[in-house]
Structure formats: structure tokens, C-alpha cells
């Protein structure tokens, strides 16, 4: 079938319409092959008229000349309970010749399930009147896969929503950067969102959208928050929901569980880019120990053509929770402490044990080495080991992003920082430029922290400290393992702070390879001061800088051993007791410099 246009007059339409069909099931899809060619050939569209409403719903859209091909279309119907009738309609310009061509119109998947003579089975679901046999997941996900409704009766309302009356029992993050949007038809940018909702399959449905445009920026999250639930073990519980990512700049949408209300949780599932313009089911399975709560995750990509769509999410097999989930409260540095200290008559210039009161030298603080029987000496400090598994940051954070979380009015979304990463979370192409596998566990799975070229602008830079080391050993030393790669890497520094002057022990620039790199910094002794990672950014997104696996190796200050040094020690002039091989060997062994004095 085809159209040759050759007329002047303005805004001519042909219109070529389907005979009437009865219902479709939930899988239907309609296919065609279509031929748009002249330099002002016009656009074309398929609507769907659905009985008893009045307004008609956009398919698909081809805008103007789509060149001297055929291409082929492919639209998702869905579940269609009413008669309804398809429309293709050719607009002209009137100005110019042009050919418009349709072939090869399929309809596939479109019957509802066929009737059977049993339905057996615990995952199996046997239909009331239609008597067809479907998958027991099938159930109460706020799609009639049945035909007669049956296996959406007796559904808790509180555990599914289509948003055709709001939220339901979900709710906006406050935590966030800005809001998912309720909508009907299609989203206001073109090419790119739904142009109807999931449950109706209609522009009369509503459904969650994310919105890319300005003033939106890129990585910018909207989070929607589920009500909460009770335990589940081992993934009784069944979360159910639709999305659509449609559009050449879509970045990600991805679901978090949590069982402390104050933190972001741990990723269940994520997707990335464009994933055509159709709605998608996706099916996870929860388990807890504990009370949790659901979080979905937009993030924004870097344009306007990347909204994405939610629809009919549901819960099967889950039970909503009657209470709060806990929160934690952290120092600066994420370690938790005890809100107040046990009896004691220490000074201020000494440290109180958290468990028994006892009084130790404040200089013993934060020195490696546990002086108080809890260890809490050593609780609020940094790890001497670390390799960011669990998502933790053993003590290392970022003052100048805790100074800007006191100022509401600042957002630290897109300023250039570190962050915790894995290789899973990557996105198409980021690869090129950070780590895909860990260090610690060389996976996709393990943890690094990196920080973010794709945020901030040339030159910007990123530190992240220790808390204050009061006292090193003289052999200490950092160990750690980078990740430099990129076209356009920036710099990774080690420094030495203290109160009064900040100087660089290591640095390294420019790429280094798709591999980690092992380095080496040597400390020694020193007292009071904090060791900064700084990264510096390059001129582009394409090149992260990463570290992995921190080791402060040797570094509990000298312990005055109370006794005798033995035949193979040196005894120093502080009556420390050092091995003779550490004797005139350039290194501060013994704190006083005794082992380095030529008077030896």
C-alpha cells in the first residue's frame, strides 16, 4: 500500500484504518515495514481508538523524510480488554513530491492463553473462567494475563500500584535531587519517554516519568521510596514492576534495598542506555533478615532526550512492616561512637576507653596500636587496612564535601569527588576510563573508590584525609594500588598534613595503563598530622583516577620493650631496643636518630 504525493494543496491527510479487533493479551505486538521518502514528504502516525474513549492514542511517529529505505517499526500494544481499531495516518506538507509506503503489518502474541484441562504445579496459576494455565508470578501484577481479571481478585491494594490515583503507599526521597513527575499520554520531549502508560495501554492511563530537560544536569537522582516490609527469607518475597527507557541521552534506573533509613542501601538491579521505545518487566527476588524498604533510582544523562518511565509495580508474597526502620549516627569520619562516656577521672590531655573508663595518653589515640582492652582508641580512626568491600571507607572522608552538606542551598551531585565503585555499575563505555574489576578481588563485583571525571571542570580537585594520626613507627609506610587510565587523566597526589604546612610525598600524572599500578610511600615517624589522597581533574569525563587496597604497613609507633636489650638489639639512646641490622641504614629507627648518629 502506498501514497504517492504530488498535490500543492496544504495539510493533506490519508487515513488507512485496521478492521475491528475483539481484545488482545498481554504480550501482543504489532510489526510493520514503512517507506517515508521526499524532501517534504510529511510525517506519519499509528493511533489506537479504544470504544468508550473518546481520546485516540499516538503509537508511532515518523517525522518527515526517514531517506530512500524501508524501515521496520515495532509497536508494543499490550493488553487491550476493549474493541479497539488501529489508524495509520499520513500528513502532507502539500509542498513537494514524496512516496510513503506501509508492507508486511504482523500482530504477534496477540491471543490470551489458551484453555487447559489441568493446572498443576506450585508456580502455576489455573484461570477462574477462561481456564487458561499461567505462571503463578503472574499473579496480582496489575496486568490481566488471564483474560477474566481472576488472577488480579483479592489482591492487597497495599502492595501494588498503577499510579492511576497517586503514589499509592509510595513516597518522593526528600534526600534527593528533584521529583518523579506523574503523567498521562507522552512525555513533553520528543523522541524520547512513553507515549501511553503500562496498565491501560492508553494515553488515558497514568504513569511515573523522570524528566530530563533543563534545568536538570547531568547525574542528577530521583529517588521514589516503598512503603516498608517485614523480613523475607530467601526471596519469598517478589518485587514486580514496569519500566521504559527510551531516548538517545537515557542513563540509568536502578533499585536499592535498605534496612537503615538513613543510608542509600545496596544495589539490587540497575540498567543503562537506551532500551527502545517499549515498556519492559522486570522481576526481582528479596530476602532480608530485617525490616526493608524499596528504592527506586533516575539518574539523569547528559541531555534531554533520556526520560525514563514506571509503571504497575507490585509485591508478591511480602508483608508490610508497622514501624521505622533504624537509623545510624556517624562522625565525621562514618564511624559510629557512643553518645556518652563511661565514669572516668581522666584529664583532657588524656583519652577515655569506651568500655571501661580507663585513661591512656592522648597521644596513644589513633596510633595503630590498641591500648585500651575495647580497642575504642583506635575506633574513630583509619583502618589500617582497607579495601572498600561492604562499601566501607574505613575512616577516610572528604572535609569539603561535609562542609557543603551544613548549606541546604548547595548540592554536592556534580561536584567532582571520590566515590565507592564497581565495575557492575559502570555504564556503556566507562570502562575505557575506570576500573571494570576491583584490585582486592579483581571481580566487577568488588569496591574501589574513584573519583569522577564525568563531575566538576578542569583543574578541579578532589581530597579525602584520614582522621588525624597522632603517632607513627619509624618504618611506616603506605601501601596502595592505582588505576590511572584515559585519554585525559588529571593527577593523583599522596600528602602529609598537619595543623601549620601540607607537603606532597608522592605524586603520578597523566594515563598509566588499564591495569592497577602498585606505589609506595614512605612516612616514618611523625606525630599529629593527616595523610590526603587528592585527585586532580583533566580537561574531560575520560579519565577517573582509582585507589584500592590502603595498607599503613608498620606503623605502631615503638614500644619500650621493659627489659634488657638482648646481644642482636641495638639499645637506643631513648632505651628503645631496635635489631643492630636497622643500624646506619638512613632510617630514624630509633626516634631520636641514636641508631643514625656517626658517633656510633
Same mark, same amino acid.
Given at each position: 500500500?502506498?501514497?504517492?504525493?504530488?498535490?500543492?494543496?496544504?495539510?493533506?491527510?490519508?487515513?488507512? &484504518?485496521?478492521?475491528?479487533?475483539? $481484545?488482545?493479551?498481554?504480550?501482543?505486538?504489532?510489526?510493520?515495514?514503512?517507506?517515508?521518502?521526499?524532501?517534504?514528504?510529511?510525517?506519519?502516525?499509528?493511533?489506537?481508538?479504544?470504544?468508550?474513549?473518546?481520546?485516540?492514542?499516538?503509537?508511532?511517529?515518523?517525522?518527515?523524510?526517514?531517506?530512500? $529505505?524501508?524501515?521496520?517499526?515495532?509497536?508494543?500494544?499490550?493488553?487491550?480488554?476493549?474493541?479497539? #481499531?488501529?489508524?495509520?495516518?499520513?500528513?502532507?506538507?502539500?509542498?513537494?513530491?514524496?512516496?510513503?509506503?506501509?508492507?508486511? +503489518?504482523?500482530?504477534?502474541?496477540?491471543?490470551?492463553?489458551?484453555?487447559?484441562?489441568?493446572?498443576?504445579?506450585?508456580?502455576?496459576?489455573?484461570?477462574?473462567?477462561?481456564?487458561?494455565?499461567?505462571?503463578?508470578?503472574?499473579?496480582?501484577?496489575?496486568?490481566?494475563?488471564?483474560? %477474566?481479571? @481472576?488472577?488480579?481478585?483479592?489482591?492487597?491494594?497495599?502492595?501494588?500500584?498503577?499510579?492511576?490515583?497517586?503514589?499509592? @503507599?509510595?513516597?518522593?526521597?526528600?534526600? %534527593?535531587?528533584?521529583?518523579?513527575?506523574?503523567?498521562?499520554?507522552?512525555?513533553?520531549?520528543?523522541?524520547?519517554?512513553?507515549?501511553?502508560?503500562?496498565?491501560?495501554?492508553?494515553?488515558?492511563?497514568?504513569?511515573?516519568?523522570?524528566?530530563?530537560?533543563?534545568?536538570?544536569?547531568?547525574? %542528577?537522582?530521583?529517588?521514589?521510596?516503598?512503603?516498608?516490609?517485614?523480613?523475607?527469607?530467601?526471596?519469598?518475597?517478589?518485587?514486580?514492576?514496569?519500566?521504559?527507557?527510551?531516548?538517545?541521552?537515557?542513563?540509568?534506573?536502578?533499585?536499592?534495598? &535498605?534496612?537503615?533509613?538513613?543510608?542509600?542501601?545496596?544495589?539490587?538491579?540497575?540498567?543503562?542506555?537506551?532500551?527502545?521505545?517499549?515498556?519492559?518487566? $522486570?522481576?526481582?527476588?528479596?530476602? !532480608? @533478615?530485617?525490616?526493608? $524498604?524499596?528504592?527506586?533510582?533516575?539518574?539523569?544523562?547528559?541531555?534531554?532526550?533520556?526520560?525514563?518511565?514506571?509503571?504497575?509495580? !507490585?509485591?508478591?508474597?511480602?508483608?508490610?512492616?508497622?514501624?521505622?526502620?533504624?537509623?545510624?549516627?556517624?562522625?565525621?569520619?562514618?564511624?559510629?561512637?557512643?553518645?556518652?562516656?563511661?565514669?572516668?577521672?581522666?584529664?583532657?590531655?588524656?583519652?577515655?576507653?569506651?568500655?571501661?573508663?580507663?585513661?591512656?595518653?592522648?597521644?596513644?589515640?589513633?596510633?595503630?596500636?590498641?591500648?585500651?582492652?575495647?580497642? @575504642?582508641?583506635?575506633?574513630?580512626?583509619?583502618?589500617?587496612?582497607?579495601?572498600?568491600?561492604?562499601?566501607?571507607?574505613?575512616?577516610?572522608? #572528604?572535609?569539603?564535601?561535609? #562542609?557543603? *552538606?551544613?548549606?541546604?542551598? +548547595?548540592?554536592?551531585?556534580?561536584?567532582?569527588?571520590?566515590?565507592?565503585? &564497581?565495575?557492575?555499575?559502570?555504564?556503556?563505555?566507562?570502562?575505557?576510563?575506570?576500573?571494570?574489576?576491583?584490585?582486592?578481588?579483581?571481580?566487577?563485583?568488588?569496591?574501589?573508590?574513584?573519583?569522577? *571525571?564525568?563531575?566538576?571542570?578542569?583543574?578541579?580537585?578532589?581530597?579525602?584525609?584520614?582522621?588525624?594520626? !597522632?603517632?607513627?613507627?619509624?618504618?611506616?609506610?603506605?601501601?596502595?594500588?592505582?588505576?590511572?587510565?584515559?585519554?585525559?587523566?588529571?593527577?593523583?597526589?599522596?600528602?602529609?598534613?598537619?595543623?601549620?604546612?601540607?607537603?606532597?610525598?608522592?605524586?603520578?600524572?597523566?594515563?598509566?595503563?588499564? #591495569?592497577?599500578?602498585?606505589?609506595?610511600?614512605?612516612?616514618?615517624?611523625?606525630?599529629?598530622?593527616?595523610?590526603?589522597? &587528592?585527585?586532580?581533574?583533566?580537561?574531560?569525563?575520560?579519565?577517573?583516577?582509582?585507589?584500592?587496597?590502603?595498607?599503613?604497613?608498620?606503623?605502631?609507633?615503638?614500644?619500650?620493650?621493659?627489659?634488657?636489650?638482648?646481644?642482636?638489639?641495638?639499645?637506643?639512646?631513648?632505651?628503645?631496643?631496635?635489631?643492630?641490622?636497622?643500624?646506619?641504614?638512613?632510617?630514624? %629507627?630509633?626516634?631520636?636518630? *641514636?641508631?643514625?648518629?656517626?658517633? +656510633?
Amino acid at each position: 500500500m502506498f501514497i504517492l504525493q504530488n498535490r500543492s494543496s496544504i495539510s493533506q491527510v490519508a487515513q488507512l &484504518r485496521s478492521p475491528k479487533f475483539r $481484545q488482545t493479551g498481554s504480550n501482543c505486538t504489532l510489526s510493520f515495514w514503512y517507506y517515508n521518502y521526499g524532501q517534504s514528504v510529511g510525517a506519519a502516525e499509528m493511533q489506537l481508538f479504544v470504544d468508550d474513549l473518546k481520546q485516540p492514542t499516538v503509537l508511532w511517529r515518523a517525522y518527515y523524510n526517514e531517506g530512500n $529505505q524501508w524501515l521496520k517499526a515495532v509497536i508494543q500494544l499490550g493488553r487491550l480488554p476493549h474493541p479497539f #481499531q488501529l489508524s495509520l495516518d499520513k500528513i502532507s506538507l502539500g509542498f513537494y513530491d514524496g512516496v510513503s509506503a506501509i508492507d508486511d +503489518i504482523t500482530f504477534e502474541n496477540c491471543a490470551l492463553p489458551p484453555p487447559a484441562l489441568s493446572c498443576e504445579g506450585p508456580n502455576r496459576f489455573w484461570c477462574r473462567d477462561t481456564k487458561a494455565c499461567i505462571d503463578s508470578l503472574l499473579v496480582c501484577d496489575l496486568v490481566d494475563n488471564c483474560g %477474566d481479571g @481472576s488472577d488480579e481478585d483479592n489482591c492487597n491494594p497495599d502492595l501494588q500500584c498503577n499510579f492511576e490515583n497517586g503514589l499509592c @503507599s509510595w513516597e518522593q526521597d526528600a534526600e %534527593d535531587d528533584f521529583d518523579w513527575i506523574r503523567i498521562q499520554g507522552p512525555t513533553p520531549t520528543l523522541n524520547t519517554g512513553p507515549l501511553k502508560d503500562h496498565t491501560t495501554g492508553t494515553a488515558g492511563g497514568h504513569y511515573l516519568y523522570m524528566e530530563s530537560s533543563e534545568p536538570r544536569q547531568f547525574q %542528577d537522582k530521583a529517588v521514589l521510596l516503598s512503603p516498608l516490609f517485614n523480613p523475607s527469607g530467601n526471596g519469598t518475597c517478589i518485587f514486580r514492576f514496569h519500566y521504559h527507557m527510551f531516548g538517545k541521552q537515557v542513563y540509568k534506573l536502578s533499585v536499592f534495598q &535498605r534496612t537503615v533509613s538513613n543510608t542509600k542501601g545496596w544495589l539490587l538491579w540497575y540498567k543503562f542506555g537506551n532500551q527502545g521505545n517499549r515498556w519492559i518487566r $522486570q522481576t526481582l527476588y528479596i530476602s !532480608s @533478615s530485617k525490616p526493608f $524498604q524499596i528504592l527506586v533510582k533516575g539518574t539523569v544523562g547528559d541531555g534531554f532526550a533520556g526520560d525514563i518511565g514506571l509503571d504497575d509495580v !507490585s509485591f508478591l508474597g511480602c508483608t508490610l512492616y508497622n514501624g521505622n526502620l533504624p537509623t545510624i549516627s556517624t562522625t565525621a569520619s562514618g564511624t559510629s561512637v557512643p553518645a556518652t562516656l563511661p565514669m572516668n577521672n581522666c584529664t583532657e590531655k588524656e583519652f577515655v576507653c569506651r568500655a571501661s573508663g580507663h585513661c591512656i595518653q592522648i597521644i596513644q589515640k589513633c596510633d595503630f596500636r590498641p591500648d585500651c582492652s575495647d580497642k @575504642s582508641d583506635e575506633s574513630a580512626c583509619v583502618m589500617e587496612v582497607c579495601n572498600f568491600e561492604d562499601e566501607n571507607q574505613c575512616g577516610w572522608y #572528604q572535609p569539603a564535601l561535609e #562542609q557543603m *552538606s551544613g548549606n541546604d542551598s +548547595i548540592h554536592t551531585t556534580n561536584i567532582f569527588k571520590w566515590e565507592l565503585g &564497581r565495575g557492575v555499575n559502570l555504564y556503556p563505555g566507562q570502562e575505557n576510563h575506570c576500573p571494570l574489576i576491583d584490585h582486592t578481588t579483581c571481580t566487577e563485583e568488588g569496591w574501589y573508590l574513584f573519583a569522577d *571525571s564525568s563531575n566538576g571542570e578542569f583543574g578541579h580537585i578532589a581530597d579525602i584525609v584520614t582522621p588525624v594520626i !597522632s603517632l607513627t613507627g619509624p618504618r611506616c609506610k603506605i601501601i596502595f594500588w592505582n588505576h590511572m587510565n584515559g585519554s585525559t587523566i588529571g593527577s593523583l597526589e599522596v600528602l602529609y598534613k598537619t595543623s601549620k604546612k601540607t607537603s606532597k610525598l608522592w605524586t603520578q600524572s597523566c594515563s598509566q595503563g588499564p #591495569q592497577w599500578n602498585r606505589a609506595e610511600v614512605f612516612l616514618g615517624i611523625r606525630t599529629n598530622f593527616q595523610v590526603v589522597f &587528592r585527585a586532580k581533574r583533566g580537561v574531560s569525563y575520560m579519565g577517573d583516577v582509582a585507589v584500592d587496597d590502603i595498607t599503613f604497613e608498620d606503623c605502631s609507633p615503638l614500644l619500650n620493650p621493659g627489659r634488657p636489650c638482648t646481644s642482636e638489639e641495638f639499645m637506643c639512646a631513648n632505651k628503645y631496643c631496635i635489631p643492630k641490622d636497622n643500624l646506619c641504614d638512613f632510617v630514624n %629507627d630509633c626516634a631520636d636518630n *641514636s641508631d643514625e648518629n656517626p658517633t +656510633i
